[in-house]
Nanobody, 121 residues
Framework: QVQLVESGGGLVQPGGSLRLSCAAL????????MDWYRQAPGKQRELVAV???????IYADSVKGRFTMSRDNAQNTVYLQMGSLKPEDTAVYYC???????????????WGQGTQVTVSS
């Protein structure tokens, strides 16, 4: 059984910062790409950032230069450092990862439960 457990969401004023964390727990063989998505009310879920197993990152244009994704492979944890936050960043943020449970299985996608980020004065 694998779980992705997110933390770090909350209420922040415009221009402020937050750091989200996502830990992959359970019997894991290897984790490939890990991603952050977000979903605002009434909108589709959108990809925010990706980090490969080698540490390469890709960002959505809307967050480029403001958000930084990092990864601690020893702890099976990823982070999303969010800065210069705007009201339009308000959403539920979800962690996603492609995980192999053994050397005999292919990678499958797993989702976290989501953490609310609200940017408001």
């Amino acid at each position: 059984q694998v779980q992705l457990v997110e933390s770090g969401g909350g209420l922040v004023q415009p221009g402020g910062s937050l750091r989200l964390s996502c830990a992959a727990l359970g019997s894991i063989f290897v984790i490939n790409d890990m991603d952050w998505y977000r979903q605002a009310p009434g909108k589709q879920r959108e990809l925010v950032a990706v980090i490969t197993s080698g540490g390469r990152t890709i960002y959505a244009d809307s967050v480029k230069g403001r958000f930084t994704m990092s990864r601690d492979n020893a702890q099976n944890t990823v982070y999303l450092q969010m800065g210069s936050l705007k009201p339009e960043d308000t959403a539920v943020y979800y962690c996603h990862a492609y995980i192999r449970l053994s050397d005999r299985t292919t990678a499958a996608g797993y989702w976290g439960q989501g953490t609310q980020v609200t940017v408001s004065s």
